[in-house]
């Protein structure tokens, strides 16, 4: 099961204090102003979809997922998932952050059974939803490990798990792989793209990466610098992709695709205060 989402102009701003100088060498307080972390947002994104979000840094990728996650409240607009407005997290919506968020006093096994406990599924059914969860990112036998006892990659399989596991319509993953190693993180991406086609989520994935972005998404939202807007979709026709036996990176298709979204992003990023924008593609693998 999965579920459509819609963002209809939405706004996001964060009061802040502004500093009205200083005397004596102590700094005054004045009012209070507006941070304006995204602008007029709309975005369509259809069930079923993987959507891959990219733009320079501080340009409200994440505050947009935590729109969507219930985590915060649009200034102006409105967020929708299955044609209801979001009014808060829900149990439609998956999450998946960067930290790997484990309860480290509980086995693998029992955090995958977390979410579960919270919609009152039956002991011996969360027991085996669990561990066919656990199976599906490909860790069968790593149940009663502790997340002390797993690498970085192993209790992301298992935050993976733990968010399919109470079946969410929706799964969100803030930049999930940045903390690991290349070869890790294109391990769990050729597995993320098998949990997806095999399940059907709606995934909105963030990430910095502009090849992570390409390999991964159907289609690539590229935002503008803060405040974040919606400056393109790119859609991305990668034939082959997920095929253990190929390699889809080194294709034309991908170095398209790939130089497509480095241009969007090249002016982007150089309006960012103090950033110089990339010179080489290579410059900005990350943004």
């Known amino acids: 099961m999965s579920s459509g989402i819609v963002f209809e102009q939405v706004s996001k701003s964060f009061p802040v204090?502004?500093?009205?100088?200083?005397r004596n060498g102590r700094t005054r307080k004045g009012g209070s102003a507006d941070f304006a972390?995204?602008?007029?947002?709309?975005?369509?994104?259809?069930?079923?979809?993987?959507?891959?979000?990219?733009?320079?840094?501080?340009?409200?990728?994440?505050?947009?997922?935590?729109?969507?996650?219930?985590?915060?409240?649009?200034?102006?607009?409105?967020?929708?998932?299955?044609?209801?407005?979001?009014r808060g997290p829900g149990l439609d919506r998956g999450v998946v952050f960067q930290q790997y968020a484990l309860l480290p006093w509980r086995t693998a096994q029992a955090n995958v059974e977390f979410g579960l406990e919270a919609k009152r599924v039956p002991r011996r059914e969360r027991?085996?939803?669990?561990?066919?969860?656990?199976?599906?990112?490909?860790?069968?036998g790593f149940a009663d490990r502790y997340p002390h006892e797993l690498s970085g990659g192993m209790k992301q399989?298992?935050?993976?798990?733990?968010?399919?596991?109470f079946d969410p319509g929706v799964l969100l993953m803030d930049e999930p792989f940045a903390a690991l190693d290349a070869q890790t993180r294109?391990?769990?991406?050729?597995?993320?793209?098998?949990?997806?086609?095999?399940?059907?989520?709606?995934?909105?994935?963030?990430?910095?990466?502009?090849?992570?972005?390409?390999?991964?998404?159907e289609r690539v939202a590229v935002l503008t610098a803060r405040p974040g807007r919606v400056k393109e979709i790119v859609t991305v026709d990668l034939p082959g992709r997920g095929d253990a036996d190929g390699d889809v990176r080194?294709?034309?298709?991908?170095a398209h695709h790939r130089h497509e979204i480095w241009s969007l992003l090249r002016d982007e990023s150089?309006?960012?205060?103090?950033?110089?924008?990339?010179?080489?593609?290579?410059?900005?693998?990350h943004v």
């Open 127 to 140: 027991r085996e939803r669990a561990r066919e969860y656990l199976s599906l990112v490909g860790l069968d």
């Open 270 to 285: 150089a309006a960012r205060p103090g950033a110089p924008a990339a010179r080489t593609e290579s410059e900005a693998v």
């Open 186 to 217: 294109e391990s769990l991406q050729e597995e993320l793209l098998r949990i997806w086609q095999r399940t059907g989520k709606t995934v909105v994935f963030i990430t910095h990466g502009i090849d992570e972005a390409v390999y991964l998404g």
């Open 37 to 86: 972390a995204v602008r007029d947002v709309s975005l369509e994104i259809a069930a079923g979809e993987f959507l891959a979000v990219v733009g320079p840094s501080g340009c409200g990728k994440s505050t947009l997922l935590d729109l969507l996650g219930g985590l915060a409240e649009p200034t102006s607009g409105r967020v929708l998932v299955d044609g209801k407005p979001v």
């Open 157 to 165: 399989r298992v935050a993976i798990a733990r968010s399919l596991a």
């Open 250 to 254: 080194s294709s034309p298709e991908f």
């Open 17 to 22: 204090r502004e500093e009205r100088g200083a």
